[in-house]
């Protein structure tokens, strides 16, 4: 079955850290770039980070630069995101999603179901 | 980075209308605008790429066109499953922003 499983997500003070996971199945996990993109409750999509497939390149949107540090593991098929030094503007639902395309005419055509994170004291 | 404004923000409709929905962006960016559904509690979902490109499964009542900042999506004969909230996201540079949004109610 083809699928993207997000694990990870909590509730968690301001400061601290959260490792959130993606788990893919049924595709061949190291041909695609794989995203992460979040979403404030009851607001619109932000994307946040990518991992090419390639190995060689890492983007971050600003907000989150210095404190998220995305990885993968072909071997295990898994794309993380660990989360330091988080903040309460970092509550969102947390989705990966599969793309197609390289920096450049990409889109995210397989999306997982979304793990949320609520940064809270 | 480049700014998406989706216009409008919100519609009501009814089964059988046809919707248009537009998205403009702050600079160029060629025809590289996807457009995605959601619905309440889901992840969003692909529905065209590359401004006029239906993704596989999608229903030809929808269509997208557009091309350099000004980009629309049409759904033709709207029907009670395309009520949802629709994202365009430029994907002509990273990040990949998204518009805030239209939400086609009832």
């Known amino acids: 079955q083809v699928q993207l499983v997000e694990s990870g997500g909590g509730v968690v003070q301001p400061g601290r850290s959260l490792r959130l996971s993606c788990v893919a199945s049924?595709?061949?996990?190291?041909?695609?770039?794989m995203h992460w993109v979040r979403q404030a409750p009851d607001k619109g999509l932000e994307w946040v980070a990518l991992?090419?497939?390639?190995?060689?390149?890492?983007y971050y949107v600003d907000s989150v630069k210095g404190r998220f540090t995305i990885s993968r593991d072909n071997s295990r098929n898994t794309l993380d995101l660990q989360m330091d030094s988080l903040r309460a503007e970092d509550t969102a639902m947390y989705y990966c999603?599969?793309?197609?395309?390289?920096?450049?005419?990409?889109?995210?055509?397989?999306w997982g179901q979304g793990t949320p994170v609520t940064v809270s004291s | 980075d480049i700014q998406m404004t989706q216009s409008p923000s919100s519609l009501s409709a009814s089964v059988g209308d046809r919707v248009t929905i537009t998205c403009r962006a702050s600079q160029s960016i060629s025809r590289y605008l996807n457009w995605y559904q959601q619905k309440p509690g889901k992840a969003p979902d692909l529905l065209i790429y590359t401004a006029s490109t239906l993704q596989s499964g999608v229903p030809s009542r929808f269509s997208g066109s557009g091309s350099g900042t000004d980009f629309t999506l049409t759904i033709n004969s709207l029907q009670p499953e395309d009520f949802a909230t629709y994202y365009c996201q430029q994907s002509y540079s990273i990040p990949g922003t998204f518009g805030l949004g239209t939400k086609v109610e009832i």
């Open positions: 999603a599969r793309g197609r395309g390289g920096f450049t005419n990409y889109y995210f055509d397989l």
């Open positions: 991992f090419s497939s390639d190995g060689h390149t890492i």
């Open positions: 049924g595709i061949t996990f190291s041909n695609y770039g």
